[in-house]
């Protein structure tokens, strides 16, 4: 008689273990882009949720463009520099779209020798229309990925550390501040995307080649699993990341050379420890009263 635990063990162990045979990895070049337009660092990801073109955005200087379009497939389409004071060393950044159809982007207006301007702005496809603009300064620690949730029609910012703490932020889209959910900080998230498939937030590690994936709960984004990128051949730190909303694919920017497009099914998956619930310190609770009083009788 087959056993039945055997099984199910065989079971786990083909759907986390062995490769997808529908694989979906795939990448197309920039550097043409990085290398050869006065640009360098690609520092933003958004796909369209229409028509599934990739928008990234550049860091770059002297009137050159800094926001870029191309097809699924990496053909570039257009590009152009966003009709948005950044100051001589200013830049813009991490992207997402809403559900307006219009980009929400992270921006650094440099005003040396002063400190600079941070803020988010909502912008055309095109970079020439601004809609609208509100400052991020008061989020101490920094910003550094921004995403879109379109289910509550938010804006989630990783704002880094505060203290001790590594933070998201939720946001209305005119900067009223929703709420403020911590993370460990030890993982330090850069680039974030919101998966509407899931719900979940996805988010580029800071020192490491991994994808984070965290879950929403009533103690702010716990982190419930990890994704190992060196499977999808990258092997530093991703400086931009995007999901396509048609297809749920995963967008990743590897070190200014290429963009590289993958399933998570594509990537291991590296454990996590799950911190004890509330359940299991009960039932944990209860069996030590019980053993207690059981000793007692003797």
């Known amino acids: 008689m087959p056993n039945p635990f055997r099984s199910k063990f065989v079971l786990i162990f083909v759907v986390f273990f062995c490769p997808s045979a529908n694989a979906t990895l795939k990448s197309f070049d920039i550097s043409f882009i990085t290398e050869g337009f006065d640009t360098s660092n690609a520092l933003g990801l958004a796909i ?173 984004y716990t982190i419930v699993r990890s994704y190992d990128l060196t499977d999808a051949g990258l092997s530093r730190r991703p400086l931009a990341l995007g999901i396509a909303p048609s297809n749920g694919l995963f967008y990743v920017q590897d070190n200014n050379q290429r963009i590289v497009s993958f399933n998570t099914s594509d990537l291991a998956i590296i454990a996590v420890s799950a911190p004890a619930t509330w359940g299991f310190i009960l039932v944990c609770l209860v069996f030590i009263m019980i053993r207690r009083k059981g000793n007692m009788n003797q």
């Open 48 to 220: 369209d949720p229409l028509t599934s073109d990739v928008y990234m955005t550049t860091l770059s200087y002297n009137g050159a463009d800094n926001l870029w379009r191309m097809d699924a497939n990496g053909q570039l389409l257009e590009s152009s520099r966003v009709n948005v004071d950044l100051g001589p060393f200013g830049a813009i950044s991490s992207a997402d779209f809403t559900n307006d159809g219009n980009l929400v982007v992270l921006g650094t207006q440099s005003r040396f020798p002063d400190p600079a301007d941070r803020f988010v702005v909502t912008l055309s496809t095109d970079g020439q229309t601004e809609y609208s603009r509100f400052q991020t300064d008061q989020y101490f620690g920094g910003t550094s990925g921004i995403a879109f949730n379109p289910f509550d029609e938010s804006i989630i910012l990783s704002t880094g550390r505060v203290g001790v703490q590594s933070v998201f932020r939720e946001v209305a889209k005119d900067g009223t501040l929703i709420d403020s959910l911590f993370n460990d900080p030890a993982l330090l998230p850069n680039d974030i995307a919101f998966d509407a498939a899931s719900g979940n937030l996805f988010a580029t590690r800071e020192n490491k080649p991994l994808l984070d994936e965290y879950r929403r709960d009533e103690n702010g």
